[in-house]
């Protein structure tokens, strides 16, 4: 019988159990001690793996206010140091990397039809840069976003991507930034790299399961070491109100039985008996969670012991919504 405490293999890396820790807001930049303070209870809780916060590789980018800058002359500090903490407890950590503006000098938010090709290589180049930061600094691998609503998904999404050259039309052209991205990352770097996909745009004429399921194919080629499944503003689906939890799960079975890397999904899960089911009447390995550790950052300590089962989150989506890493009622 599977647990959520299993010891286990995501690619490369080693995991004393199946929960991945993942990040979104950083509010307190101005306090590494307290940064480190969290991670410290996070890494010594049980959790397998920790995706950190949002990293912004643009400082004007639209939510670089709410993450940690990597031009920061801090960064390096504090990466290593959060790297040095989560070893201590032999749980791994990828650093996430996401930008949802692309600023081309003064002018700022360049849609992805305008970008010329000396814009997509610096993208790219960008990327790379961050990606040599995190391994410099002790980190075991990166998290690429092309889900959710940052650029990066919005370039593969039909819907806003409507490009006559090679990087746009089917979605091979529309993946062919990210294609060409991880390749030149697999073959230079010692990085597991990880991608989050959404599993559809809810947009008409968006990006659908099925273009979803070949980008995933097409990732697994160029050697993404695993692959995060997600939605568009999926906080907001996993309340108490509104869950879209069955049909991620659906979405996320067909995709474990089309590639042959691990392949992690998060839900709004809250509770361990609830998440041991899925488990075991699922071929589903990794579940990720973000809301729990914020409202406490040690809770699966309780749950191991089984002291308590369910999180005391309340979806209150406060943390989401006012972009900080602490919670409003704890």
């Known amino acids: 019988m599977k647990t959520i405490f299993d010891k286990c293999k995501l690619g490369n890396l080693n995991l004393k159990s199946r929960i991945i820790r993942t990040g979104l807001w950083e509010s307190q930049q101005c306090d590494l001690d307290a940064i480190y303070e969290r991670y410290e209870k996070i890494a010594s809780s049980g959790v397998g793996l920790i995706t950190s916060e949002l990293y912004s590789i643009y400082p004007k980018d639209k939510f670089s206010e709410h993450s940690f800058k990597m031009n920061n002359l801090n960064f390096m500090t504090m990466a290593r140091k959060l790297a040095e903490i989560t070893h201590s407890y032999d749980v791994p950590i990828l650093g996430q990397v996401e930008f949802i503006k692309y600023n081309r000098g003064h002018d700022l938010d360049i849609a992805v039809n305008d970008l010329t090709m000396d814009d997509i290589r610096k993208i790219q180049s960008d990327i790379i840069e961050a990606a040599q930061k995190l391994q410099v600094a002790g980190f075991d691998g990166i998290q690429l976003s092309i889900g959710n609503n940052f650029y990066l998904s919005k370039f593969i999404n039909p819907y806003y991507n409507q490009r006559n050259d090679n990087y746009g039309g089917n979605v091979f ?76 799960i659906n979405y996320t079975k067909k995709l474990i039985d089309s590639v042959d890397v691990p392949v992690i999904v998060g839900g709004g899960f809250d509770d361990m008996n609830h998440m041991n089911d899925i488990l075991n009447r699922t071929d589903i390995e990794f579940m990720s969670m973000y809301r729990p550790f914020v409202a406490k950052n040690d809770f699966l300590k309780d749950w191991k012991t089984n002291a308590e089962s369910k999180s005391r989150c309340l979806k209150c989506n406060n943390c989401y919504r006012t972009k900080t890493s602490t919670c409003y009622h704890y």
């Open 173 to 248: 052209n529309r993946m062919r930034l990210v294609l060409e991205l991880v390749k030149v990352m697999k073959d230079n770097l010692d990085l597991h790299i990880s991608c989050k996909v959404n599993t559809f745009d809810e947009r008409k004429d968006g990006f659908d399961s099925h273009e979803s399921l070949e980008a995933c194919k097409l990732l697994e080629k160029v050697g993404v070491d695993s692959i995060q499944v997600t939605r568009p503003l999926s906080p907001l689906y996993f309340t108490k109100k509104l869950s879209g939890e069955d049909e991620l």
